[in-house]
């Protein structure tokens, strides 16, 4: 070993980096049992994104012949424009988040359109 030559300290490691995740500002909606329906509009460029917290919460879209039924976990998209009408099914309470996602932030982000809903077959709509 030369004594004259000293090993280059080893350069930091820095971490690849990562696209950061989009900020969404997310909604908290309580939904009580028996309350009137509830509607949520977005507008054209936008995307509607829901997520059940808590409880069983109905879904339906003005123009849309299903109806869904989201349970705690489960989440639901819609490209506006577009009117959802929710609420709480059956006698306890639901809490639903939800967010709006610009077009153009969408399309650098996966969002999927139906994860775990369940349309209910022949069931009649709702009045708001």
Do not use: I, K
């Not at 049992?33 to 509009?41: C, F, K």
């Not at 059940?52 to 339906?60: A, D, I, M, S």
């Amino acid at each position: 070993m030369n004594p004259l030559h000293t090993p280059s300290p080893a350069l930091p490691t820095v971490p690849p980096l990562r696209p950061q995740a989009l900020a969404l500002q997310w909604n908290r909606q309580p939904l009580p049992p028996l309350q009137a329906v509830q509607t949520l509009e977005f507008r054209a460029g936008e995307t509607a994104l829901l997520e059940v917290e808590q409880g069983r919460v109905w879904v339906t879209c003005d123009g849309l012949l299903e109806d869904y039924f989201l349970e705690a976990g489960q989440r639901l998209s819609f490209t506006g424009p577009v009117r959802l009408r929710v609420s709480a099914e059956g006698q306890r309470p639901a809490r639903l988040n939800w967010a709006s996602l610009r077009a153009s932030d969408a399309a650098s982000r996966a969002t999927t359109p139906l994860a775990g809903a369940q349309p209910a077959a022949g069931l009649r709509m709702r009045a708001a």
